[in-house]
């Protein structure tokens, strides 16, 4: 039986159990933070952006989100949308120069019953995979994952987009 895989629900349980966010939507203020290097933004459209997920579930696990703090899918405007569309082919195309997946889960998750970690800010996660990652998996999300890994998966993918 082929079973539906979906790595980013990972995101809910870390959201509650890890209390080091401030006050306020993450998504948005991402953005102003003032240096895209440093939250790991990789990309930025009109409307939309890239990031790095910060507790990533494969290395190269990134969010598509729009600037806009918008929870509901039929809530986005068609040009926010297509913005989001664009940047989620980028960082596709990104990933695959950047470290060759087999593969890629791209999902969304609407909701906290969905497992949506930010339920009021929707997001586009991509996930890389390789085959066999399946294996290790479960470990790698036990494991604490450190910034100076995100960094230089930030320094891997920047120069593809
Ligand atoms: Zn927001």
Known sequence: MERLWTPWRME??????V????????LCRLPGA????????????????VVLNKYP?????LMVAPFRHVGALEDVRADELA??????????????AASDPHGFNV???L??????????HLHWHVVPRWGGDTNFMPVLGETRVLPELLDETYAKLAPHF
């Open 107 to 109: 999902g969304m998750n």
């Open 19 to 26: 209390a080091e966010e401030d006050e306020g939507c993450v």
């Open 83 to 96: 913005d989001m569309g664009e940047l989620l082919q980028r960082a596709i195309a990104a990933l695959r």
């Open 12 to 17: 809910y349980i870390r959201s509650a159990t």
């Open 57 to 61: 579930y494969n290395p190269g696990h």
């Open 34 to 49: 003032g240096d895209d290097a440093r939250v790991w933004i990789l990309a930025r459209g009109a409307l939309a952006y």
């Open 111 to 120: 909701g906290r019953a969905a497992g949506a970690g930010m339920p009021d």
